[in-house]
């Protein structure tokens, strides 16, 4: 035993994860970086000033007005469930796509304060995520005005959007602590990024409906993460009506496993971004 | 950031038969194309890096530890592990007290944002509470004297402004165990008059500070005992004038004004 006791001790780790006990404690100490790293990093995109907030609400809807004359053109359904349904599912489809984009460089652009300071690296990707989480709470708000103009259904099924949410930002969250610690080892995975969200995008039940999908083409629902939590929040925000049970399932299961298997990582492996970064 | 509680003497760090292996990238910046357009041929993406080897020492509160070493001998390493910023991979660290975490350098990790920001940012990081960053931050500032530019993204810093108020973030939080890196050390004439003063400020303070630096003749004014590495070794450590000599010596330049001077 020491004589005295030591405020720290630093010892070989092993391989894997280290004591979550402890690496929670210092994390839950430093939430107030998370706060104030996202707040900056919004008032770095300017979403703090008028303009900064009218574009963080403009640049939604022009997008969903774009994709909904394509379906018109294409010569899909046109009518106003239909632009619900284009709408409500861009805006969820926008929270993961953003907080995978964010997430991305989020621990190689900390890269200064990785090797000069001690703190639980997973900070960075969930910082990441909370600014997604913040850019995409307006669109909520836009959203709701925007189904009474177009006087879409509205029941108490409507509160299912609440598990809904959660399940979705677990799952945002996974997606930016997996890709993170993964452009640490390769660092193009930012170029595919878009190329990866895009082809999600259209694999998604956003631009059609997940009823219209061909039964040869099921199979996409059971490889498509995003599929399910679409499918159940498209059901509740624009039909009013309850999610189907599976569908919940299968989307918590999904969530679940990609936050562990990429803490998991993302844990085992942060020791060494020091040297990496 | 706590008083110092410690009175001198009493042992602040004590680093005991500390080895440190990791393995980095060849590749500045790795990416799958090239592991992919490699594939198969055998090429190393990898190498292992014996940064220290067997390392023994102790440093006190009330006294100052010089560093030597030529670049590359794992000085850096040694104050990472330190830090608990890279876990050893053999041997044991003891830390007692508060240690500075080289946050410092941490600040400016985000050159988009002011340097007011990045100091917060830098402190919440390393677990201080936004009470103690707002108790010290005019001190940083008053320190750094960067006048409104602290309110300027740090992209638009000079280097030598930059390293001002990263000098001036490690002295002003206080704490217990103080690391020093000579990457602080690029400000101008004047404020490195300054710095040199806050240093021997700190000295009398009973606090431990460690000071790793290629300016033998500051390493020999200000030091209590100076450690030498080599290669991940400790070669020497001792009396701050012999292992200096002996430093100079081995590097086959003798007393001269080139690095007798600077931080």
Known sequence: ?277 | MSNSLHTSGDIAVSVQHLGLTYTTTIDRRPTLKSRVKTLGRGTKHTRTVRALDDVMLDVNYGSVLGVVGANGAGKSSLMRVISGILPPTQGRVEVFGKVSTLLALGVGFSPSLSGRANVHLGGLAAGMTRDEIADHFDEIADFADLGEAIDAPMRTYSSGMYARLAFSVAVTVRPDILIVDEALSTGDAKFKEKSLEKIKELRSDARALILVSHALGTIRDICNEVAWLDKGRLVQRGNPTDVVDAYSQFLQVGKSAAIDEDI
């Open chain 1, 1 to 277: 035993m020491e004589p005295t006791t030591a405020s720290e001790v630093y010892l070989p780790f092993r391989k894997g994860l280290p004591p979550l006990r402890g690496y929670w404690r210092t994390l839950w100490k430093r939430r107030a970086f998370i706060a104030e790293y996202s707040r900056s990093e919004l008032r770095e995109q300017h979403y703090d000033s008028v303009f900064g907030q009218i574009w963080l609400i403009l640049n939604p809807l022009l997008l969903s007005a774009v994709y909904f004359i394509l379906i018109v053109i294409i010569g899909g359904h046109s009518d106003k469930l239909r632009y619900g349904h284009l709408t409500a599912c861009l805006f969820l489809f926008y929270l993961v796509s953003n907080s995978l984009s964010a997430g991305v460089k989020s621990v190689t652009a900390g890269q200064r304060l990785i090797l000069n300071t001690a703190f639980p690296r997973i900070m960075l990707p969930i910082s990441a995520t909370v600014v997604a989480i913040f850019r995409f709470l307006p669109t909520l708000v836009i959203f709701a005005i925007l189904r009474s103009i177009l006087g879409l259904p509205i029941s108490f099924q409507i509160f299912w959007a609440i598990p809904i949410v959660i399940i979705t930002v677990l799952f945002a969250l996974g997606l930016a602590i997996s890709i993170s610690c993964i452009n640490v080892y390769f660092r193009d995975i930012a170029n595919f990024l878009p190329y990866f969200t895009r082809t999600l995008l259209y694999l998604s039940p956003i631009l059609w409906e997940a009823s219209d999908i061909k039964p040869q083409l099921r199979t996409v629902e059971l490889f498509n993460p995003v599929f399910s939590i679409l499918d159940s929040w498209s059901r509740v925000v624009v039909h009013a009506q309850a999610p189907q049970l599976s569908s919940m399932l299968i989307s918590l299961a999904w969530a679940i496993s990609i936050f562990f298997i990429g803490t998991y990582f993302f844990l085992s492996r942060e020791r060494e971004f020091a040297v990496r970064v």
